[in-house]
């Protein structure tokens, strides 16, 4: 169905009840590449009430299995079940099985499942093949799991080798990348910084690391006097 040309599932009925015309307008300006008609126009607090409603029912189960969607918020909706399940093997099946029909940011960096937090070194493996993938939203993803969970006590510098590994000429990609390493500095300085001292990311990404990091509060002010002094100027 493109609106109309088959019967509405439940699901999609529900969400159009919701619908705030004024908000879709709003929101679908903040989706690049995600046709108008394809957003309803539904708050993310709502979409998360709903989740809940969907899981007390079991009908979630059904849904997630139900791709392509045809509406924006039932992607949405699909990520905020998938980051409540609980069991490991099973979110990540589910995950992977989803990841193909992602295809904007908001839907990419809707959190993570807090079932990954206790199983770290079976998803180093899934971000190992997900960062290596032909899609942009999957490398996405890929670079923000390693930017939410794997910068902490769990850092190995071998991770800064990954993200810097991404070659791509997808926009979401490379701000994503910038993202962590940004977001690295904050968190892990001493083994960051040589990124922007060796100038090993592509100028784009390089000068978009600093700025973000400069727009941090975790940055101090001696550090982001440092990092202005490096920021490659356009030939």
């Not at 705030?20 to 394809?38: A, I, M, Q, T, W």
């Not at 960096?109 to 937090?117: A, H, R």
């Not at 993938?133 to 993803?141: F, L, P």
Request: glycine share 4%; charged share 25%; proline share 3%.
């Amino acid at each position: 169905m493109r609106n109309g040309e088959q019967k509405m599932t439940d699901i999609q009925k529900s969400l159009m009840d919701m619908q705030d015309l004024g908000y879709r307008d709003f929101n679908s300006s903040l989706l690049p590449g995600v046709p108008k008609e394809s957003v309803i126009g539904v708050r993310i607090p709502e979409i998360r009430k709903y989740a809940r409603t969907l899981y007390k029912t079991g009908e979630w189960e059904k849904f997630i299995t139900e791709l392509p969607h045809t509406y924006y918020e039932e992607n949405a909706l699909h990520m905020i079940l998938l980051c409540n399940i609980k069991d490991y093997d099973t979110c990540i099946k589910y995950i992977n099985e989803f990841l193909p029909y992602i295809d904007n940011w908001a839907v990419c960096d809707s959190g993570v499942p807090d079932c990954y937090k206790k199983n770290l070194n079976k998803l180093m493996t899934e971000v190992k093949v997900w960062i290596q993938s032909d899609r942009a939203y999957t490398v996405r993803y890929a670079v923000g799991v390693l930017m939410r969970l794997f910068l902490d006590e769990h850092f190995d510098k071998e991770y800064l080798t990954m993200a810097a590994g991404v070659k791509s000429e997808e926009y979401y990609v490379n701000m994503m990348v910038a993202w962590y390493f940004a977001t690295a500095l904050a968190q892990q300085w001493d083994s960051t910084i040589t990124y922007i001292e060796d100038r090993k990311l592509t100028p784009w990404i390089h000068n978009k690391t600093i700025q973000k990091a400069v727009e941090s509060y975790r940055i101090t002010q001696q550090q982001k006097v440092y990092l202005k002094s490096m920021r490659i100027k356009k030939a």
